[in-house]
């Protein structure tokens, strides 16, 4: 059994989909960020850094926080959703780092200025307006000829899916990036990527354009 400490955020969805598609045993916690749930003392001692998500393996008493490091632990502890060696396992490393170094933080940032604080700031509106554009074109270009991020389905994929997933708040339109659009779609319609969505609960069905 593992212990979900989570929020739906994208980062939180990456875990519970990525449990879903692993048929792992958890227990999904809800840590409500909007009211401060992750500065509690009880999850503090779980993630010092007040982060969402985190999980704890009753099974061999890990816990770590961190989504990359999460998928990572995941996908070894199963021998699923990563190449066990070679150039391709390395290219899922790259794009989860791609996902965790470039596109969510990026997205992040239009999330606030973009949609929650549109007009505020018209300066970082346009840098991240611009940046977000470009990183769906690196996206788009990456999936071209390819039904996965790399080869097989991976972590890789289920890293920077349910960022997609915000296109919205991004002021992205999908059919300028019909190759995202593909992919996109192809994995919102898998039953494991469905029930990840939905934890810690319901919010509304998977957007689609």
């Not at 999980?55 to 926080?65: A, E, M, P």
């Not at 190449?83 to 969510?104: C, D, H, K, S, Y």
């Amino acid at each position: 059994m593992i212990d979900l400490y989570t929020w739906i955020t994208p980062n939180g969805l990456k875990i519970s989909i990525a449990l879903e598609e692993l048929g792992l045993d958890y227990h999904a916690h809800t840590i409500d960020i909007t009211r401060g749930d992750q500065f509690s003392p009880e999850f503090r001692r779980i993630n010092p850094g007040s982060k969402i998500p985190a999980i704890h393996d009753r099974n061999t008493g890990v816990t770590l926080s961190e989504s990359g490091a999460i998928l990572l632990y995941l996908a070894e502890k199963t021998g699923r959703l990563i190449p066990p060696t070679g150039p391709a396992r390395l290219e899922v490393i790259e794009w989860l780092m791609w996902q965790m170094g470039g596109f969510g933080p990026t997205l992040g940032h239009a999330h606030y200025f973009l949609t929650y604080n549109a007009g505020q700031s018209p300066m970082a509106e346009a840098v991240f307006a611009k940046e977000t554009r470009r990183l769906y074109e690196t996206l788009d270009a990456r999936l071209t000829g390819r039904e996965h991020i790399v080869g097989e389905y991976s972590i890789a994929d289920i890293a920077i899916w349910p960022w997609v997933s915000r296109y919205e708040r991004h002021k992205i339109d999908l059919n300028d990036f019909p190759q995202v659009m593909r992919w996109y779609l192809a994995l919102a319609a898998r039953p494991q990527v469905r029930r990840g969505y939905e934890v810690p609960h319901f919010t509304g069905a998977i957007p689609t354009p």
